[in-house]
C-alpha cells in the first residue's frame, strides 16, 4: 500500500507555544488529506478536510483559528496547533486519500504525532 | 450524517478461534463504502478491509473476511484462525461521497489469548 509519513511522531511543548505537524504522502499525490484527533481510549475524530491549493474544511466544533491547516502541494500538508494549551494534547493523526482512478479504496494514515503540552 | 456503533467495547478469544467484531451504521446515503481498520498500540492505523455499498459480495482479505447484510445495515468483520497478534483496537468506519473524511465507530479491544 501507500505510505503516508508524519513529523514529529511525539512532540512535548510548554502551554502557550505553537507546534506544527506535517504530513506528506510519498508515493502518490494526494489532492485531499484529513486531519483526525485521537484522545485516550477513545476513538478517532475527524478535525478538518485539506485540500490542495484550497482553505480546509473544518468540522463542526473544531476552530479553525486554533488548528490552522495548510495544504501547499500535492504530497503535504501541516496542521499548526497554535498557542496549545493542555487539553490540547491528544494523538494527532493524519490521512491521504488517493486520486481517482487508482486501485485503492482505502485511505491511508500517517503514524501520527501524539502531542503533550505541559 | 452518517454513524458507525460498535457495540463491543472489549473480547477476550482463545488463540486460534474465530472472532466476530460487530458494526452497524446508519446513512441516508445509498453510495457508501465501510472499513476496518486495526490499531494496535502502537497508534497506527493499518487498513483490513473494504466494502462498497453497491459491492455484491462480501470482501474478503486473508483471514479477514466482512460479513456484509445491507438491509440490516451491519458490516460485521470476521477474523479467522485468530492469532496472538491480532490483539489491538478495531475500528468499523465508513465514508459517503467522494471527498468525506471517515467517521468512526468507538472501537472494540480485542485481547486474543494463549
Known amino acids: 500500500g501507500a505510505v503516508v509519513s508524519q513529523h514529529p511522531s511525539r512532540v512535548i511543548c510548554k502551554s502557550g507555544t505553537s507546534v506544527k505537524i506535517e504530513c506528506r504522502s510519498l508515493d502518490f499525490q494526494a489532492t485531499t488529506m484529513f486531519w483526525y484527533r485521537q484522545f485516550p481510549k477513545q476513538s478517532l475524530m475527524l478535525m478538518a478536510t485539506s485540500n490542495e491549493g484550497s482553505k480546509a474544511t473544518y468540522e463542526q466544533g473544531v476552530e479553525k483559528d486554533k488548528f490552522l491547516i495548510n495544504h501547499a502541494s500535492l504530497t503535504l500538508s501541516t496542521l499548526t496547533v497554535t498557542s496549545a494549551h493542555p487539553e490540547d494534547s491528544s494523538f494527532y493523526i493524519c490521512?491521504?486519500?488517493?486520486?481517482?482512478?487508482?486501485?485503492?479504496?482505502?485511505?491511508?494514515f500517517g503514524p501520527g504525532t501524539r502531542l503533550t503540552v505541559l | 450524517a452518517q454513524k458507525i456503533t460498535q457495540t463491543q467495547p472489549g473480547m477476550f478469544v482463545q488463540e486460534k478461534e474465530a472472532v466476530t467484531l460487530d458494526c452497524t451504521y446508519d446513512t441516508s446515503d445509498q453510495s457508501y463504502g465501510l472499513f476496518w481498520y486495526k490499531q494496535p498500540s502502537s497508534g497506527e492505523m493499518i487498513f483490513l478491509i473494504y466494502?462498497?455499498?453497491?459491492?455484491?459480495q462480501n470482501a474478503t482479505e486473508g483471514r479477514y473476511s466482512l460479513n456484509f447484510q445491507k438491509a440490516r445495515k451491519s458490516a460485521n468483520l470476521v477474523i479467522s484462525a485468530s492469532q496472538l497478534g491480532d490483539s489491538a483496537m478495531y475500528f468499523c468506519a465508513m465514508t459517503t461521497g467522494g471527498a468525506d473524511g471517515l467517521t468512526f465507530g468507538k472501537g472494540t479491544h480485542l485481547i486474543i489469548q494463549p
Open positions: 490521512s491521504a486519500r488517493p486520486p481517482p482512478g487508482l486501485p485503492y479504496n482505502e485511505q491511508f
Open positions: 466494502q462498497g455499498s453497491y459491492d455484491e
